[in-house]
């Protein structure tokens, strides 16, 4: 064994296998069905073939992304009774709202799903099939929302009174929209957003690179790239309330992130480095007053320290690196995607130049690794605690002596199902280029200098 046994370690590493490989289909499946959306009526008010078909084939991948999302959500359901039985017992009454919810939205994404994609060229009115997908992304959205507020309440519980140990009046309409909901959530939906059209921008750059200069791809790669700036923009300003609330309500989680010790106004912002034995930080670029402005909006804001908390309630103070690692793939896709509008713009640029082509191939599977950088801060962060100033972690674990058994079981089902759906969507399109589809479809398939 790694690990002298302990069901609580084995717990944990579970789950965060768990939700790590869940966390990458869930994504996709929140983000990419806007995608689907936006393209499908681009080609309805352009009336541009190119734009119809990139709905098409997104739609064909994005089936079975959702059906690997099903396996391991039904996996991360399953671990929350078996793993932390303590915690469901304690809380699953004050989550079972949000999560039912969250049930429903999948269903109703689901059936509509299954609707859209069987009705393809069965309408003479493409507006009507364009309707159909709405539910999709309402669905997508929904699902994202609810889960997240699950999230939130861990974080920010509410709307319960703890007697002897046991949850009691509950309001569960207080305790989903309470403080954390407004910035986890909007932060959750719109980086799945910005993932999705920097995954599928990738994929149109990758074709480019090849030689490919077909106005399909290039059409792709336009409305992956724009949709993405937009979607850059509003994770900046969403992370700038994110850091407010963080001040606000969890303060040993912000200064465990930037490594902040000492209470202090105008606190400096702490990007990358490290920590000595001694505490002191090594290597790191300091931004003046910026955590202050982070926190409360102006350099004289107080910033209370590491120093201040007991040492027992702190978070691992490691998650300071997956902070930094989340911001600075922000501030790349925010840039490479900034970048190909501006140049797209300015008459006589080529945006399609070689360098920015190979930014946008690695903004793809950057974009995931903020995704699961993001969610390492937000679980670790809140270490010690399942349920915050509640339940510790250990308290809400199961005392079962075969959780390492379901480790190497599950891990074997992950690695089975990510190597199914690479095998998957690669035949689908290789034995279906876009090209083959364009000609049998009529549709022009001129290369763009």
């Known amino acids: 064994m790694f690990f002298e046994y302990d069901p609580v370690l084995y717990s944990r590493i579970l789950t965060y296998a768990t939700l790590g490989f869940h966390v990458i289909f869930a994504t996709i499946g ?18 541009d073939p190119h734009y119809t078909l990139l709905a098409r084939r997104w739609a064909r991948g994005f089936v079975i992304t ?57 309408f003479k009115s ?57 910035t986890k959530v909007s932060h959750v939906i719109i980086t799945c957003y910005l993932t999705a059209a920097f995954v599928l921008g990738a994929i149109a750059a990758v074709r480019i690179l090849k030689g490919n200069k077909s ?56 990007l990358g480095g490290f920590l000595d034995s001694d505490n002191e930080v090594r290597f790191a670029l300091e931004i003046p007053y910026a955590l ?19 040492p027992n309630d702190l978070p691992p103070l490691w998650v300071h690196y997956f902070f930094d690692s989340m911001v600075f793939i922000g501030m790349f896709l925010a840039f490479t995607s900034i970048l190909f509008v501006f140049m797209n713009w300015k008459k006589g640029w080529n945006p399609f130049n070689r360098p920015l082509m190979m930014m946008v191939v690695a903004g793809g599977p950057l974009s995931i690794l903020a995704i699961q950088s993001g969610w390492i801060f937000a679980e670790v962060g809140r270490q010690p605690w399942i349920l915050n100033g509640f339940m510790r972690t250990s308290e809400g674990a199961t005392t079962s ?29 290789n034995r279906n280029p876009v090209e083959r589809e364009m000609e049998k479809r009529g549709i022009d398939n001129q290369e763009i200098e």
């Open 292 to 310: 202050s402005i982070l926190a409360g909006g102006t350099p004289g804001t107080e910033v209370t320290g590491l120093n201040d908390f007991d």
């Open 126 to 182: 493409q507006m009507k099939h364009f309707l159909l997908v709405i539910p999709v992304v309402i669905g997508a959205t929904a699902s994202a929302f609810f889960i997240t507020t699950v999230n939130a309440f861990m974080n920010m519980p509410q709307g319960f009174e703890m007697i002897d140990g046991v949850i009691s009046s509950v309001n569960p309409l207080e305790a989903m929209f309470n403080p954390a909901t407004p």
């Open 30 to 47: 929140v983000g990419i069905p806007l995608m689907i959306a936006i393209a499908e009526w681009m080609g309805i008010k352009r009336n």
């Open 401 to 429: 002596q075969h959780v390492d058994i379901m480790l190497y079981l599950f891990l074997t089902l992950y690695a089975v199902l990510g190597i199914t759906c690479i095998v998957v969507l690669r035949k689908m399109f």
């Open 66 to 122: 959702v059906a690997i999302g099903v396996v391991t959500g039904t996996a991360m359901g399953l671990q929350l009774s078996l793993l932390w039985p303590n915690f469901m017992q304690t809380a699953g009454h004050t989550i079972g709202l949000p999560m039912f919810m969250e049930a429903f939205a999948f269903f109703f994404e689901a059936i509509f799903l299954g609707i859209y994609l069987y009705t393809w060229d069965r």
């Open 215 to 270: 106005a399909y791809h290039k059409k792709a790669l336009h409305l992956t790239m724009v949709t993405g700036a937009v979607f850059a923009i509003g994770t900046a300003l969403v992370g700038d309330l994110s850091g407010k609330y963080l001040h606000e309500y969890q303060p040993e989680k912000l200064a465990a992130a930037e490594w902040h010790f000492e209470t202090e106004t105008h606190a400096p912002l702490i």
